[in-house]
């Protein structure tokens, strides 16, 4: 970066600040702070800028003299793209504002676009020194990733919200067409049975009316379980899977098979509540468009994909699509969301869903050394003291830190084994 004295020996800038000593304080003060920082005498010419301001045209590429000391600042702007002329016009308004002591700070959001993406700044426009100063603190601030992060709580927001009326509708869609139908029939029997005078007559309304309200009964238990949840997170995916297809296959009376071929489940681990929500709409579906006697459900793992099958042995997608669109949508959405495919094939034998994710491939014979790491040969170094019992040198402190670094040699070596044993 320039030093302060190159500018502040011309005579101009020895009328702003009295000599070079007070200009070399003013330069460490603006060096120690985090945000791009340039200061802007009353003709808007840039009389300092700090560390930070250099490090920002520097990765941006903006090559002008001295990084902009001594030139207009609102030139400067304009020649690179950081501000148009709308917002020159309002950052000097701005400027004079505060400097007539108007207004004691003023604070701009804009948004620029550069040839790697838009950037979303905060200026922040302030008196230097003190409120009689001729000089302006201009403070740029980079706040890209907390306006990506904004935004993107913003997208999930908006995708739960989604998600929340997509589950009312299938709620009211299925009581609807279950419960609702049921309880309709139970007051019909009723009316019948106030109307009815023989025993015989009524003995038999009453026989209907305990299955009616026994299917009621069973009818909400049924979805009662199927909107809820094994605990996920504790059980793991294969665990949750199973206790969720065990229940439904009690409660329905449809077979349900699971097979589950996944080497390393740490590679499909930010897929599990994905998947598990799939498995769950889509057995639903099977169970309640379907008329199928089995379903099938398979979590294969390959070298670049995991996949997600559903099949039974039903009618076909295209005489039930008609119940199960929202069903299949939402699922589709699930899968895209975490950037993955859902392809349906439905013939007269049944119908095929198929969910495929991206997943990391497997390192090759020269990427094994990645996973001897540090800690693994700091352990195998304190490996014979630890099997001889606790040295007398070694504090407690030590000897659990060289356990643990043990324990994970292990784990690496488990790992490293099971990559060997893979078929090539």
Known sequence: MPPAEGFWSKQRGRTLVRDCETAQTIQNLIDALPAQIAIVDRGYTIA???????DYCDRLNFDFPAYGIG???FEVGLKYGAIDSIKAIDIAEAIDAVRRGEQRRVVRTYQTSFA???RHNMLTISPFLND???LILMSHLDVTEAVNVAQARERLAISLSHAQAYERQRIARELHDTTVQTVAAIGIELAILKAEEGAEARAAIMSGLDTLVATASRQVRLFSYALHSPELHKLGLQAALQEYIDGLSHRTGLKISLDWQ??????IARYKLAMFRIVQEGLWNVHQHSGAANAFVAIVETDDAVCLTISDTGKGIDSAEGHAGLGLESMRERAEEQGGTLTIDGTDDGTRITVRFPIA???GLDGLADLCTDPSRQSIQLSDKIKRGRPRKLSEKQFVAARDRLAETHDHTQRLLSLLRRPR
């Open 71 to 73: 030139g207009d600042y």
């Open 361 to 363: 491939g497997y390192p």
């Open 132 to 134: 009689k100063s001729t």
């Open 48 to 54: 300092f800028v700090n560390e930070a301001w250099c």
């Open 116 to 118: 790697d993406g838009d």
């Open 262 to 267: 996944v080497r390393d489940r740490t590679r």
